[in-house]
């Protein structure tokens, strides 16, 4: 794109864009999405099999706990849920039809693309291994990749259709309406990881699937009432802040907010205590920066149009982005095995640079990928019955390949 064509674009985006849009609410949900792109390409690595070349997953945090850290910044799915409890309590305050109307429209809008994720994987895996001659490990590799990102769009979908009873509760208790969500993971991480944890069932740690990812939710539908305030979003970031260094520090929590290779315990699958209080941490942080974050974005179209770029392909970014480094990584492990950086064992902080070289690479990808994928996102106009059951079947033989 030329400098004079991306000056119109970006002039055409802010003429488009209503004077009303809470352009802070955007940005934060940007920034939310692109950290799990850039989170999964930089915490997420591989090894090659000596024998077959095929592909296992591998994590630097393995070899460098040091950097645990950087999870507590990538992992955004706080503010992610935040934003999301806020926009969808506006929408649906503001819907013309019923309720099983909106939540049929926003259901369709989370389920096509992750339909045509799958569908299209379905349809690859043959040709991989039989026509290509991709190993058998590596195929297996890629699915839990594809299936990875995935499991947040069934959580978000039943937490979005709980959005009628969140407003029904922010109105009526403000900010303590997520306390009880708070106190429920609470009460099972004690169980789990208590005196007494030999002696509880080990699907107890699934409880926390709900109330871990409604919380920030929650506190969106409070904001969008108008019963989160400045205030209340300061002792959001310093009582997220202090339990979450209370956790780490004299309760042993795993630093890390994602899964490594070989570790006992895990904060994020499902949620623990320390996921919410990073979630109350950032919402609060969230809430404090809006105005500011609103003013900038109003002041800079540059900055603006971006925003809107990832907000409409939100779900295309999320289902896609690690297709994208698996095109660059099966190829490679194929024609020259060990590439540093990107198929070679993220040990070495030698690793770590070449996978910040990759980065690019894996974003252009994902950019061509989306350029096509992105009509998973609109509705199906064009689509008659047989081409919508072929996806679907294909989407179910997926699952059947992934959880078989």
Known sequence: MTAVKAVEVIEAI???TPAHRDRAVDGLRALALLAVPLGHWMLGGFTVDADDGGLHNASPLSAFGVFAPVSWVLQMLGVFFLVGGYASALSYRRR???TADWLRGRAARLGRPVLGVTAVWAAALPVLRHGLGVPQDTLRTATTLVVQPLWFVGVYTVVTALTPYCLRAARRLGVWAAAPLLGTVAVVDALRYGPYAEAVPSWLGAVNILPGWLFAYQLGAVWAVGRLGRRQAWWLLAGGAALFAALLLVCGYPASMVGVPGEARTNSHPPSLLVVALAAAQSGAAILLHGRLDGLLRRRPALWAPVVVV???AMTILCWHQTAMLAAAVPAAGWSGAVPGL???????????ARVAWLPLFAVLLAVIGRYARRWEAPWTGAGPVRRAAAALLAAGFAVWAFG
């Open 14 to 16: 802010e003429a488009r």
């Open 96 to 98: 013309t039809g019923s």
């Open 311 to 313: 907000n409409l392909s």
């Open 343 to 353: 198929t070679t064992a993220p040990d070495t902080l030698a690793w770590i640079a």
